[in-house]
């Protein structure tokens, strides 16, 4: 089955300074890689996502790359701000085999104003 | 547009109780999924139904998770007995048909005493 790596697993970055998540998967037939962000206490929120026939993708601060290749997606904050702070879930999921995702382990991010 | 409600939203029992968790999906999903996210970690998949059929339960403890969504829409999940280890919170989701983008509701926090 799949099997999702997600680094690091706290970040602490100063408000306005960038933040990357790293995630790494092993299914090479993973082909959609969303990123959900979940606060505390609350629900996780789908952010961005990014499918297998795109390398990049933006949406105003965020920012998802994909290398296929090497079986790694990242996702990337700029000017990050308070409201920021979280906790980020990257997933893979195989849509020929059902949209089952498969969650790494999780990074919490805090921004320090 | 109403989300996916989830109830109870929380709960605590003793060990070796019975507990059901209740969800309902948006409006028109005909995917359901079932996740239980254990703190600190990532949703971890139990079970999906496309309508009113399991597509993937092959992380369901089966000898103590039961899952069912009878007309295709609401789903319950049932705990018989629950053990200590099922402390976590668990979160149902939804997509339509095909689709992979899921929402996901506000989960119930389980509590095994």
């Known amino acids: 089955g799949e099997n999702v790596e997600q680094h690091p697993s706290t970040l602490s970055v100063q408000e306005g300074d960038s933040a990357v998540i790293k995630c790494t998967y092993s299914?090479?037939?993973?082909?959609?890689f969303p990123w959900y962000k979940q606060e505390l206490g609350k629900r996780p929120q789908l952010i961005i996502d990014i499918r297998s026939n795109v390398g990049e993708k933006k949406d105003q601060r965020i920012a998802v790359t994909l290398n296929k290749t090497a079986k790694h997606f990242s996702l990337h904050i700029t000017e990050t701000q308070p409201e920021d702070s979280a906790v980020y879930f990257c997933a893979a999921s195989d849509n020929n085999a059902g949209n089952m995702l498969t969650f790494g382990g999780g990074t919490r991010l805090m921004v320090k104003p | 547009e109403a989300g996916v409600a989830q109830s109870p939203r929380y709960k605590i029992i003793e060990k070796r109780q019975s507990v059901a968790f209740w969800c309902n999906p948006i409006s028109g999903h005909a995917t359901l999924y079932w996740y239980q996210q254990i703190l600190g970690q990532g949703p971890k998949l139990l079970i999906q139904f496309q309508n009113n059929g399991v597509v993937d339960d092959s992380q369901l403890p089966k000898d103590r998770f039961s899952a069912e969504r009878l007309k295709g829409v609401d789903s319950t999940l049932k705990i018989q007995p629950a053990k200590l280890e099922d402390s976590a919170v668990y979160l149902c989701?939804?997509?339509?048909?095909?689709?992979?983008?899921?929402?996901f509701g506000p989960g119930t926090r389980l509590t095994v005493l």
């Open positions: 989701a939804s997509s339509l048909a095909g689709v992979n983008t899921q929402y």
């Open positions: 299914d090479s037939a993973s082909n959609y």
